[in-house]
């Protein structure tokens, strides 16, 4: 996932947010990573970058976390590809 890509779906077409965007891109990679215990995959199918663009859109616009949590359907897209845990 690029940081454009990133920027169409926040709509932002200035350069002002990118180091922000940069490390939401980070935390919803690590958020991906931990809810299904394995490492981001390659190519990244699109339920992943969905998962992703949700994340980093709802940290985007709550940075005072203030509100319910990530919406469930970011859980939802993961999990099929989560590792059972033993």
Same mark, same amino acid.
């Given at each position: 996932?690029?940081? *454009?890509?990133?920027?169409?779906?926040? @709509? &932002? +077409?200035?350069?002002?947010?990118?180091?922000?965007?940069?490390?939401?891109?980070? $935390?919803?990679? *690590?958020?991906?990573?931990?809810?299904? @215990? &394995? +490492?981001?995959?390659?190519?990244?199918?699109?339920?992943?970058?969905?998962?992703? $663009?949700?994340?980093?859109?709802?940290?985007?616009?709550? @940075?005072?976390?203030?509100?319910?949590?990530?919406?469930?359907?970011?859980?939802?897209?993961? $999990?099929?590809?989560?590792?059972?845990?033993?």
């Amino acid at each position: 996932m690029t940081l *454009e890509e990133v920027k169409e779906y926040l @709509r &932002l +077409d200035v350069d002002a947010e990118d180091e922000y965007i940069k490390i939401l891109m980070l $935390l919803a990679q *690590e958020m991906c990573e931990n809810f299904t @215990r &394995l +490492d981001l995959p390659e190519p990244l199918p699109e339920s992943y970058k969905q998962a992703m $663009l949700i994340c980093i859109g709802y940290f985007f616009e709550h @940075r005072d976390g203030v509100k319910d949590g990530i919406p469930d359907v970011f859980y939802t897209l993961l $999990l099929p590809y989560r590792k059972a845990a033993f």
